[in-house]
């Protein structure tokens, strides 16, 4: 695309060509900093949209279907300690945020549940910036200075005079099927992607007449057309929509997009502090890696190698130390989430050798509780905070029973079982069987309002503290939540996957009681 580097050259100037290293961060810092002001007015709370609600500020008495979980506004932006900070206002309320800031031009993004770009915002710094909500959706307004309304509101802007408010093409894509019922999910994806392609030149065009009547700066056309151009990238890197280009290259032809979209990774410094250049890093890391397919009993998780990513960074010539900052702790979040522990702690001083930025590291330290000195064991505390092992648990419990209970209290599943375990635990009041609960990577708050709530706080209830790294987990095969094992009298494992609360449970416990 011979736009390419004009626009890149462009961008670069409206951000400042300074060199934001390490080295020049630090000397950045020595300067006093301005700061940036951000009034959030009355956030909504978290909510649920339906699908079939297809339009924004539509309303459905119907509350059946698909849907979206939406939780209340958060925004992100990349500090001057170049890491991504997050700010989640108070809802319902007049909630203020003060940034100091040293560099000339701040990105503010939040995510827009009818679009698959986020709404963006770009501050200049000393800027006071008032965020109020229509439709759910912010509207942002600066009061120190003019800024034309349709630049700095781009995003709803777009979807009203492009997409009638309505869910875009580029965002049906990934969620189409779900309002089509008469096609499989790729022939919708498909359908949606060649009318993204033509809705992606409408929208160039679109933006060609904004910059001509200066209704938006040279600059924040630049910007738009990048995330534009970006974002019709990241369609044709998805699995199904790249299948189907190889099968029909007349297609590409035709519409002009084989070009390789792509940035100058020598000014990853500046160009860090915008979204789509951080996106457009995280998509090309992935090295097109196959996904996994994990089978767990009744669930399974798709996701990709990361120790392969993480080492494919390390060693990719592109990525600076400011990207390998920003990648490599997003890499290793899905080694803690899928990799056993000899992996976790591997990566993570791996990470700790590779890795400057030591707050992200601390992040991640907490995050995943990596203490890998007591990994043998799972610690456990009490509703007392006391302090116990697992082994110690089954030990104490010896001449019982055990039909133990993993969950957690964001487990919906888990949740759901609780009524049942509950009769089932009366059901089994007579017999010599005791109901012991473990709730395994949870807030401790969080397990002690559920505890109470369903009803199982008069039994025994423990605290995991250290699920992610105890290899007592991964011996157990517990992937997924709920969980259930039975353990005999003489402390002995004899059901690993047992059978939720329920007749299945109650059939397989009384099958044990009786061939005692």
Known sequence: MKHRLTILLLILTFISCKNTSEKKTEEILKDKPKQIVLISKYAPESYKHYL???????????????YSPIESPTFAYYDSQNNISIWKPKVNEIDTLTIPYYRDYLEISTRNTYSSIPNTYLIKNGDTIIIKYENKLPIAKITNRQVNDIELNYNNYRLKELFDNKYPSHHKIFLGFLLSKEKSMEETTIDFYQQAVKDG?????????????KLISEDNYSYRKEILTGLLEKHKNLKTIKEWLEKNKSFSNKENIETIYGLDLSKTDSLMNFSY???????ISKYNLSFIQENNMNSGAFYIDSRVRFDSILNDKRFNQTAKNFLLPITYNGIGQNFRVKDKEEYFNKLIKNTTNQRKIKEIQEKYNLDFSKSDKLILTTI?????????????????????????????PC?????????????FEKENIEFIYLSLNDKKENWKLAMESDGISKSQNYFIENGNVSKVIEDLGIKTIPHFLIYNPNGELINGFANRPGEGAKKQLKKFLTEK
């Open 52 to 66: 079939k609600q297809d339009s924004i500020g539509q309303q459905s008495n119907e509350k059946t279907g698909p």
């Open 201 to 213: 030149e409408r929208e160039t065009v679109f933006l060609d007449s904004l910059q001509k009547e």
């Open 277 to 283: 250049f951080r996106d457009y890093l995280n998509n």
């Open 384 to 412: 007392k905070n006391d302090t116990i092992t697992f082994s110690e648990i089954i030990n104490n419990n010896k001449g019982k029973w055990l039909y133990i209970d993993f969950w957690a209290s964001w487990c919906k």
């Open 415 to 427: 949740r759901e079982t609780m009524p049942k375990s509950v009769i089932l635990k009366k059901e």
